[in-house]
């Protein structure tokens, strides 16, 4: 079970890696080696033999040749390994090397095995080049010389070589197989250290931590960035989600506690006393409408993380005079200007701008006074389309400007309860428009008003 599990580590599989490449070249050059080797001394045994046997083909044109003494001359002593048979036309031997007590047509053929051709083995005395030559004299005698060179020099060198070969695979396995497992272990521990925060991580769970950045190789120090910042922004993620569910709680709280004090009021004087039943009854009925706008709006801000954007070429001006419809019905003494160019298109979801239309309208609606006014526009500069909602209202206090995107975030808390706000409708937006792959920004002076601006992509430069 340990081995399977070492088995599949990087340096099991570096060492094995090496290992196999190294037997894989050393089996390459020492197949080159030998045949380059064993091709040229072939060839010059082959040349010496030629000119051996050319330079009996000059003798047997003499008249009168002594066969034996013209080996003799030949073979000794440079040429001892040399074993030569001439036979006349009749197959009698007329001469032959000295030393060689076995019969070269007989005894050494019947133990050889032939290999390539003109190569022939023998048992006991290993490997020979072999030719066979015609000759013929003036005197009209003809016969046939068999020259058998004894390759015992060629072949220790090529057993030495591969001897030589062999050894040096084993040791360079051996000595690289170690070194190549400690560099390699070392060249790991950045990885191990990072698997060994990433698993302490794990057993006890931690956003804050960090895994390890290595100086190098680049490789890990990019993963350990990398991770980090991922583990950065999860971090900031699950801070978001708690304070959602906080805020969530508080606000899901204050209408619960007010229903509560409205039924004890019920309870103990509510019978009696008409009064007190009417305006408890009003007061339950306000915190449960309350309570659904804060949890469709929880759902509707649910849904938008995950919500798909179909974006079609949608008309700036027919969605602002649906969003106007919705919002603007009981104007409640604010006057209302639109300025919006017709031809103006943008590519986006219909229904999601339209969503984003009407809570900029709203937010305009709730914090502006009676006999203030609103003003949209709409106006398309360059690649890009700015839809604007400008108010009268009390305005926004310079260092609440970064925050009003927050969700549950309202700048004037007594205001928003009293017109039903929740503080979510801003954040609402601003997810829809980054859907968009657009942008959403306030200036806003504190008691002179504000304006909200959407930037979106013209369906024009889009196409």
């Given at each position: 079970m340990c081995f399977v599990r070492y088995k599949n580590t990087l340096m099991f599989r570096f060492t094995v890696w090496y290992i196999v490449s190294l037997l894989a070249v050393v089996l390459l050059i020492g197949i080159m080696m030998t045949g380059t080797v064993s091709y040229f001394l072939f060839k010059n045994t082959k040349q010496e033999m030629e000119a051996i046997q050319y330079k009996l083909q000059i003798a047997s044109q003499e008249d009168k040749v002594n066969w034996q003494e013209t080996l003799d001359e030949l073979l000794y002593p440079d040429h001892a390994n040399y074993f030569i048979e001439i036979n006349d036309s009749t197959g009698k031997t007329v001469a032959r090397s000295r030393g060689w007590e076995k019969d070269f047509n007989n005894e050494i053929q019947k133990t050889q095995r032939k290999w390539f051709k003109g190569l022939l083995w023998d048992d006991q005395d290993g490997l020979f080049f072999v030719d066979k030559k015609s000759w013929s004299q003036k005197n009209g005698q003809k016969g046939q010389m068999h020259i058998a060179v004894q390759l015992s020099n060629i072949e220790n060198l090529l057993i030495l070589i591969v001897k030589v070969l062999g050894l040096t695979t084993v040791v360079g396995a051996l000595i690289g197989s170690f070194l190549i497992y400690h560099l390699t272990r070392r060249n790991m521990r950045p990885l191990l250290a990072i698997t060994d925060a990433v698993d302490n991580m794990k057993h006890f769970p931690n956003l804050s931590k960090r895994i390890p950045v290595p100086e190098g190789p680049q490789e890990l120090t990019n993963l350990s960035s990398t991770f980090n910042t991922m583990l950065q922004e999860l971090e900031r993620q699950f801070e978001r989600e708690k304070g959602f569910i906080a805020d969530a709680s508080h606000e899901l709280r204050t209408p619960l506690t007010a229903l509560r004090?409205?039924?004890?009021?019920?309870?103990?004087?509510?019978?009696?006393?008409?009064?007190?039943?009417?305006?408890?009854?009003?007061?339950?009925?306000?915190?449960?409408?309350?309570?659904?706008?804060?949890?469709?709006?929880?759902?509707?801000?649910?849904?938008?993380?995950?919500?798909?954007?179909?974006?079609?070429?949608?008309?700036?001006?027919?969605?602002?005079?649906?969003?106007?419809?919705?919002?603007?019905?009981?104007?409640?003494?604010?006057?209302?200007?639109?300025?919006?160019?017709?031809?103006?298109?943008?590519?986006?979801?219909?229904?999601?701008?339209?969503?984003?239309?009407?809570?900029?309208?709203?937010?305009?609606?709730?914090?502006?006074?009676?006999?203030?006014?609103?003003?949209?526009?709409?106006?398309?500069?360059?690649?890009?389309?700015?839809?604007?909602?400008?108010?009268?209202?009390?305005?926004?206090?310079?260092?609440?400007?970064?925050?009003?995107?927050?969700?549950?975030?309202?700048?004037?808390?007594?205001?928003?309860?009293?017109?039903?706000?929740?503080?979510?409708?801003?954040?609402?937006?601003?997810?829809?428009?980054?859907?968009?792959?657009?942008?959403?920004?306030?200036?806003?002076?504190?008691?002179?008003?504000?304006?909200?601006?959407?930037?979106?992509?013209?369906?024009?430069?889009?196409?």
């Open positions: 004090g409205n039924l004890k009021l019920l309870k103990r004087r509510g019978k009696d006393n008409p009064e007190i039943f009417e305006k408890s009854i009003a007061s339950m009925d306000e915190e449960g409408l309350r309570m659904q706008r804060l949890i469709s709006q929880l759902l509707e801000l649910a849904r938008s993380d995950h919500v798909q954007t179909k974006k079609i070429k949608v008309n700036v001006a027919t969605v602002i005079q649906d969003a106007v419809e919705e919002t603007w019905q009981d104007s409640n003494g604010i006057s209302l200007t639109c300025e919006v160019d017709e031809r103006i298109f943008v590519l986006g979801d219909i229904d999601q701008l339209r969503q984003v239309t009407v809570i900029l309208l709203e937010n305009a609606k709730k914090y502006t006074n009676t006999g203030g006014s609103v003003k949209i526009f709409a106006q398309q500069k360059g690649d890009h389309v700015e839809v604007s909602v400008q108010d009268s209202g009390i305005g926004i206090p310079e260092e609440d400007i970064p925050k009003i995107f927050n969700r549950f975030y309202r700048v004037d808390k007594a205001r928003s309860r009293k017109t039903g706000g929740t503080g979510l409708g801003l954040s609402i937006a601003k997810q829809l428009v980054e859907l968009h792959n657009g942008a959403i920004d306030v200036q806003s002076v504190e008691g002179k008003g504000s304006i909200f601006t959407v930037y979106l992509t013209s369906a024009s430069t889009s196409q």
